[in-house]
């Protein structure tokens, strides 16, 4: 059986006029965890977010693909079919902000399931809230809420839909210790249940929870993925925060 | 000399940048509005996601602005009712008022009126609010559930921009119609039903017409304008007021032009 989700091949992007990253090769298997590891962190940011195919400036396509779709592919129906599986969580737990906590859940997951049964979806997300420590928030803008509490809606979004894969940009960023347990707790769950992640962390518990492999990427070098069982792991391990 | 020299090269430097840059523009704008008008009639689709967009712009746009709209078309029908009665009266032309309200009133500042006002209130709003959603990476946002901004922002803005203005001009007709016969009868003693009946005499089918071609053309040059501008910030919270007043700006000199180009055809 393939369970490789998403693939990167080849491919090349420029930070700024010094740093080049060329020829980066790696894949993502379904239901494990992966971690970008770079020097540079504009680099890795770049890197997640071409991925997610959300840089349309320096890139050229054909070179990031989700089950054999290109994540550039100028077909919006494609699009639609890897988006509906594959989900993006911003640093800052972005949301419209025009739109309610509760229609800003609903979005992604009516748009790629009308037929959605709302009551079934808001038992979930009460179910998620209450995990989380997130007061009734349903009703209100997210300028009324807290950053925290953005930022952990910005995951139960993300697992409404049931996506095969995760990508996130540094998961626990700005978020207290407490905070940080409750969100590495929610996301081994869903890892349990066989959501594969792509992250740029530099936490130890995320490290420790979610990442089975860890991809290194430097600066005029190839790609290079380490798993958990390699000696390199752990020494990169100690460098996590 | 050299200096005088250097200047001017930067001056005709600088232009040639300009015209670059709005060539760029119109090109972008152009692309933009194809896209935009061959989905025009597709979306929103019933329980589509932006059905609600939709709404809430024709709320905002079109209820929201109702008592507005009908002061200012029973101020311009009794301007018009007075200046002329005044005028005209003087001439013994007073039975002229009727037709006088059909052309001025009905057929050039209905729609006019209305897409001032829609400008004002919305288009400023539209592209601040476009604006504000690209800095807070809301567009982006969107694009990671892999939903087209033009279709869930854009087209159901300006659907909902062309159904305000024309609902408005409509009403502002009707409006002034009645108001300007409850004028007439209080300040001049006309018989309410014999001003309505003889307006209504006085219209032809090109005058009812004339304000829905242009207040489709108004409301479809405003909500295009008005989202180009907002899309067009790139990131710093400051250009967003600078894109309202090009919105604003644009969409003036947009709905004067074709005012003028439609007026033009009317006499061929």
């Given at each position: 059986?393939?369970?490789?989700?998403?693939?990167?091949?080849?491919?090349?992007?420029?930070?700024?006029?010094?740093?080049?990253?060329?020829?980066?090769?790696?894949?993502?298997?379904?239901?494990?965890?992966?971690?970008?590891?770079?020097?540079?962190?504009?680099?890795?940011?770049?890197?997640?977010?071409?991925?997610?195919?959300?840089?349309?400036?320096?890139?050229?396509?054909?070179?990031?693909?989700?089950?054999?779709?290109?994540?550039?592919?100028?077909?919006?129906?494609?699009?639609k079919?890897?988006?509906?599986?594959?989900?993006?969580?911003?640093?800052?737990?972005t949301m419209i902000s025009n739109l309610t906590v509760q229609e800003n859940l609903f979005l992604p997951l009516l748009y790629h399931y009308p037929n959605t049964d709302k009551k079934?979806a808001m038992?979930?997300i009460?179910?998620?809230?209450?995990?989380?420590?997130?007061?009734?928030v349903s009703m209100q803008r997210p300028a009324e809420?807290?950053?925290?509490?953005?930022?952990?809606l910005?995951?139960?979004r993300?697992?409404l839909q049931?996506?095969?894969?995760?990508?996130?940009?540094?998961?626990?960023?700005?978020?207290?210790?407490?905070?940080?347990?409750?969100?590495?707790?929610?996301?081994?769950?869903?890892?349990?249940?066989?959501?594969?992640?792509?992250?740029?962390?530099?936490?130890?518990?995320?490290?420790?929870?979610?990442?089975?492999?860890?991809?290194?990427?430097?600066?005029?070098?190839?790609?290079?993925?380490?798993?958990?069982?390699?000696?390199?792991?752990?020494?990169?391990?100690?460098?996590?925060? | 000399?050299?200096?005088?020299?250097?200047?001017?090269?930067?001056?005709?430097?600088?232009?040639?940048?300009?015209?670059?840059?709005?060539?760029?523009?119109?090109?972008?704008?152009?692309?933009?509005?194809?896209?935009v008008?061959?989905r025009f009639f597709s979306i929103p689709r019933k329980g589509g996601v932006s059905r609600l967009v939709l709404f809430r712009q024709i709320l905002f746009t079109g209820c929201d602005?109702?008592?507005?709209?009908?002061?200012?078309?029973?101020?311009?029908?009794?301007?018009?009712?007075?200046?002329?009665?005044?005028?005209?009266?003087?001439?013994?032309?007073?039975?002229?008022?009727?037709?006088?309200?059909?052309?001025?009133?009905?057929?050039?500042?209905?729609?006019?009126?209305?897409?001032?006002?829609?400008?004002?209130?919305s288009?400023?709003a539209i592209?601040?609010e476009l604006?504000n959603m690209?800095?807070h990476?809301e567009i982006?946002l969107l694009h990671s559930f892999g939903i087209s901004p033009l279709s869930y922002l854009v087209i159901p803005r300006v659907v909902g921009v062309v159904v305000s203005?024309?609902t408005?001009?409509?009403?502002?007709?009707?409006?002034?119609?009645?108001?300007?016969?409850?004028?007439?009868?209080?300040?001049?003693?006309?018989?309410?039903?014999?001003?309505?009946?003889?307006?209504?005499?006085?219209?032809?089918?090109?005058?009812?017409?004339?304000?829905?071609?242009?207040?489709?053309?108004?409301?479809?040059?405003?909500g295009?304008?008005s989202c180009?501008?907002g899309?067009?910030?790139?990131?710093?919270?400051?250009?967003?007021?600078?894109?309202?007043?090009?919105?604003?700006?644009?969409?003036?000199?947009?709905?004067?032009?074709?005012?003028?180009?439609?007026?033009?055809?009317?006499?061929?």
């Open positions: 059986m393939d369970t490789e989700l998403l693939k990167v091949k080849g491919l090349s992007f420029r930070v700024d006029d010094d740093s080049n990253f060329r020829d980066i090769h790696f894949s993502i298997d379904a239901g494990k965890g992966y971690v970008i590891v770079c020097e540079n962190e504009n680099a890795s940011n770049i890197l997640l977010k071409s991925a997610a195919g959300l840089l349309p400036g320096p890139l050229e396509p054909g070179y990031i693909f989700f089950k054999g779709k290109d994540v550039y592919s100028p077909d919006e129906k494609e699009i079919e890897i988006r509906k599986e594959m989900v993006f969580v911003f640093r800052e737990g079934t038992e979930k009460a179910e998620d809230f209450n995990f989380l420590g997130i007061p009734d809420i807290s950053f925290y509490d953005k930022k952990k910005a995951f139960i993300a697992a049931q996506p095969n894969l995760i990508l996130m940009d540094r998961p626990l960023f700005n978020l207290d210790s407490s905070d940080q347990e409750q969100v590495v707790r929610y996301l081994t769950n869903l890892k349990k249940k066989g959501v594969a992640f792509l992250m740029e962390s530099q936490s130890r518990s995320i490290l420790d929870a979610l990442a089975d492999e860890v991809i290194i990427i430097e600066e005029g070098k190839p790609a290079v993925t380490v798993g958990k069982e390699d000696p390199a792991f752990t020494k990169l391990a100690d460098l996590f925060r | 000399m050299s200096d005088n020299k250097n200047s001017r090269f930067g001056i005709l430097s600088l232009t040639a940048h300009q015209y670059r840059n709005s060539f760029k523009n119109i090109l972008e704008f152009y692309l933009y509005s194809i896209s008008l061959t602005a109702l008592a507005l709209m009908g002061f200012i078309a029973i101020s311009t029908s009794a301007l018009v009712i007075l200046e002329v009665h005044q005028i005209m009266g003087q001439l013994g032309e007073g039975g002229l008022i009727h037709e006088l309200i059909v052309v001025i009133v009905i057929r050039q500042l209905s729609s006019l009126f209305v897409a001032l006002v829609v400008i004002a209130r288009g400023a592209s601040t604006g690209v800095v990476q982006d203005v024309l408005l001009t409509l009403y502002f007709n009707f409006i002034a119609i009645v108001g300007g016969a409850l004028f007439a009868n209080f300040f001049y003693g006309m018989p309410v039903f014999n001003f309505i009946h003889q307006v209504i005499r006085e219209m032809s089918f090109l005058d009812l017409l004339s304000p829905v071609i242009k207040s489709f053309l108004f409301g479809l040059a405003i295009l304008i180009f501008q899309l067009k910030v790139k990131g710093a919270s400051t250009e967003v007021p600078q894109r309202a007043i090009h919105s604003v700006v644009n969409s003036v000199m947009a709905t004067v032009v074709l005012n003028i180009f439609v007026t033009l055809l009317e006499f061929l």
